[in-house]
């Protein structure tokens, strides 16, 4: 089963149905980061630190499984050189329409981030990698790329499901489900997701995420936790997500 194919096809749909993560920025929002007045997300809630990007300006920035038109047109306000990759037609479809409305330009490709990424090694200063790994089976190979194609001393945000929202039932309140999620080896689980309408989704531990990161050469240098926005675990502020900055080490 093609699962990858099932989920662009799945976040083609929840977008032309107003899913919030597909709504492009407006033009106000856009001509505030043009005067410095920006935030960006990882996560559902916590804007991600200012710090964590730095002076982006002349940057080489991959926004990866960030289509949507949400960050990458505040990172081309900023002046970046921006290049986004998804899977998704509607999420890049959105980029497009941004990237015309202000006049920026962007590189948009379309791609499964589950192979080998088709850029040549060193080209990225910035790699941002909203929340998207619950959608891949397996994440380390994700981050070796990532350390392939950042240059050194370059930088990768991510924004990281820490399994917990597998867990609990619909409404958040008792814990029904095991840990790991993996419906490719669950037929019960994969119908109960297909038939939820919600793609093939995977937990993962924060061995695979942020042990993938280090394995792969990266040096953790900050972390913070967000909740869902809403729901029964927010109210009792339970953390679901947690985002990370990773550098690859200068070169000696």
Not at 30 to 39: E, S, T
Not at 149 to 156: D, Q, V, W
Not at 220 to 242: A, R, V
């Amino acid at each position: 089963m093609n699962y990858q194919y099932i989920n662009s096809e799945t976040i083609d749909r929840w977008v032309e149905e107003g899913w919030e993560w597909g709504i492009p920025i407006t033009h106000e929002t856009y001509l505030k980061a043009l005067c410095g007045d920006w935030d960006v997300l990882l996560t559902p809630t916590k804007p991600v630190p200012h710090g964590w990007l730095g002076d982006i300006a002349g940057k080489k920035l991959l926004g990866l499984a960030s289509g949507g038109g949400q960050q990458m047109p505040i990172f081309a306000a900023l002046g970046a050189d921006c290049t986004v990759l998804d899977y998704s037609d509607r999420q890049l479809d959105s980029e497009r329409t941004v990237s015309a409305r202000e006049g920026y330009e962007i590189k948009i490709i379309k791609a499964d981030m589950t192979k080998p990424l088709p850029f040549s090694d060193g080209e990225f200063d910035i790699i941002f990698h909203p929340v998207s790994n619950c959608y891949i089976e397996k994440v380390e190979p994700v981050f070796k790329e990532c350390y392939r194609i950042l240059k050194s001393g370059g930088r990768l945000l991510s924004g990281l499901d820490n399994g917990v929202n597998f867990l609990v039932d619909d409404d958040e309140s008792k814990i029904v489900n095991t840990l790991p999620v993996n419906p490719l080896k669950d037929p019960e689980r994969l119908k109960s997701f297909l038939g939820d309408d919600c793609g093939v989704q995977f937990s993962h531990t924060l061995e695979e995420q942020i042990g993938g990161q280090l394995r792969a050469g990266f040096v953790l240098k900050d972390i913070y936790e967000d909740t869902n926005g809403s729901g029964y675990l927010h109210e009792h502020n339970i953390p679901c997500f947690l985002a990370t900055l990773s550098i690859k080490p200068e070169d000696k």
